[in-house]
């Protein structure tokens, strides 16, 4: 499921070991390439984008992507956004062939994933990074957890979720369940925000002053666990810029839509219009600075 919240807390952990692994501070994120002239781009999410997707790899089923999200980064301005999609999005993955977008992985792995997501948004995509749930149980657990204020008691046996209502620290486990759980009355949109939630606490917890002592091995950790294209020296780059974003404050969308039924089955169809209003109506942080120094 959602897996990949560790890949930014793990490079957001990075700035503080980036020096482990160099001494020099010329890395650079990857310029970006030069694009075709019928190519377009219609969104904001062009700096350097890397795809996260969290693999439901539970014994019996196959590895759909529970969790599908965009991270970009906008290296100038120093600023990232983070964008949920919902599993149930309803995309081409062939000419005539329609389907939910969390069955790419299965069709197709990363390459049909990455393709459906681009198409989607119309955008490019630099580079993915993967994760199971196991791999998030181990990593939350590395860094003792993640407090969080659960909103309503959540209990759903079959699923492994128990979890009572009220402020409390959550192990890999719960933590999981946390973001898994979906009975609220935003139903899926509930449970991406709490996924959001969760990634953002973790990358703060993991640059907490008391955490720089165990930073490598969260980091050699996640390189163990995570499947990604990501070099070595994309990973510093980001963890260079990561406190930077992280004071800056990462936005946060989840795709807007409506659940329709199409030939007997329920999709989710994504308002691409609304959603260029809501990345619109962010101001960037250059403006923000500007608009304060204004006497």
């Known amino acids: 499921m959602i897996a ?26 990857p310029e970006e390439e030069v694009r075709e002239e019928n190519e377009t781009q ?18 019996g089923l196959n590895d759909r992507t529970d969790t599908i999200m965009l991270l970009s980064i906008d290296n100038r301005e120093k600023k990232a956004r983070l964008l949920s999609i919902p599993r149930d999005t309803r995309v081409e993955l062939k000419p005539g ?17 990455r393709q459906a997501v681009e198409e989607l948004l119309n955008t490019r995509i630099d580079r993915y990074a993967a994760i199971s749930f196991e791999g998030v149980v181990e990593l939350i657990d590395m860094v003792g957890g993640v407090d969080m204020d659960v909103p309503v008691r959540m209990y759903v046996p079959l699923e492994g979720i128990d979890l009572q209502k009220g402020p409390q620290t959550l192990n890999g486990r719960n933590a999981l369940a946390y973001m898994r759980y979906r009975g609220t009355v935003g139903g899926d949109m509930d449970r991406m925000a ?14 907490r002053l008391g955490q720089l002592p165990n930073l490598t091995r969260y980091f050699e950790a996640a390189l163990r666990i995570m499947d990604t294209d990501l070099t070595l020296n994309e990973m510093t780059a980001v963890a260079g810029v990561s406190v ?52």
């Open 194 to 207: 709490r996924q959001q939630e969760v990634l953002v606490t973790l990358a703060k917890n993991m640059l």
């Open 42 to 59: 219609e969104y904001a999410f062009d700096r350097f984008d890397i795809l996260l997707l969290g693999l439901d790899g539970r014994e």
């Open 97 to 113: 062939s329609y389907d939910r977008i969390n069955a790419a992985y299965v069709y197709g792995g990363v390459d049909l994933a």
């Open 4 to 29: 990949l919240l560790i890949l930014f807390a793990v490079l957001a952990a990075g700035a503080g070991i980036s020096g482990y692994f160099f001494q020099q501070n010329y890395l650079e994120l």
């Open 244 to 295: 930077q974003l992280m004071e800056q404050g990462i936005d946060t969308y989840v795709l807007p839509g409506e659940n329709k039924i199409i030939d007997s089955l329920w999709y989710f169809i994504p308002d691409m219009e609304q959603f260029r209003k809501d990345l619109a109506a962010q101001p960037s942080p250059v403006a923000q600075a500007d608009e304060q120094q204004t006497p």
